[in-house]
């Protein structure tokens, strides 16, 4: 923790990501009016004590509608990411313990979808499935697990050759147990960064099916809806398009600047690396 907070610009992600955290929790139920009711009567009108970051154009209040777009974009984020992380690390461990045909088989599947843009085969999956928020979590998830997978596999063949898993297998400990005790442990730190880093990345990614109109459907107060509504107010209602994407820029920064912390807090022989080069 005193080495978190020795870096300025760790610091500065992880009180983003908390503030962000904490309006999502609790900023729906402070909110002053209700993001989907519409007032023709307000509507386009610029920030005001009223409304401190303005109205859409169907009057709806927009900081209200930033805050419960942080609920819907963080709890997507949240569970993609975590079943990104489940498939991935399944697959990493079984590919790169068992060896042999298993894993050459896992492997090629990770490389088969590794050659296709993550983006673009989402696109594909989302527009099969239909827009809904629902079927983006199922596209973002489908396409982001590889990483998982590579990283778990490659920790898993460096530890299972050293001498505690040898004498672990010795002595007939369960595979269930030779995995949870041993192997588990060495590949979690690499995970728990490349997720931070990915909650950034699927925040985005949501936001923008959501723009092209394949995740969260109008009246959804939803960050990339907020922006594809706004888009033809930009001129005049500038407050529309920039409050989300404020919004999603900082939280992307703030997930990437903690995510690089946690990489040199969990990792420093990498960080010594970097510092010989």
Known sequence: MTELRSNRLTLIGAITVGVLGFVAIFGPTIAPYDPTAQDLSSRLQGPSLAHPLGTDQLGRDVATRLVYGARVSLGIAIIVTAIRVTIGTVVGLVA??????????????????????????????????????????????????????????????????REYVDAARLVGTPRRRLFRRHLLPGVINPVIVIATLNLGTVVLATAGLSFLGLGAQPPTPEWGTMLSGGREHIRTAWWIVNAPGIAIMVTVLGFNLLGDGLRDLLDPKQQARVEEV
Do not use: C, H
């Open 96 to 161: 790169g313990y068992a060896g042999g045909w298993v894993d050459e088989s896992f492997m090629r599947l990770v490389d088969i979808q590794l050659a296709f843009p993550g983006l673009v085969l989402a696109l594909v999956v989302a527009g099969i499935l239909g827009p809904s928020l629902r079927n983006v979590m199922i596209a973002l998830a489908i396409v982001g697990w590889t990483t998982y997978a590579r990283v778990v596999r490659g920790s898993v063949l460096s530890i299972k050759e």
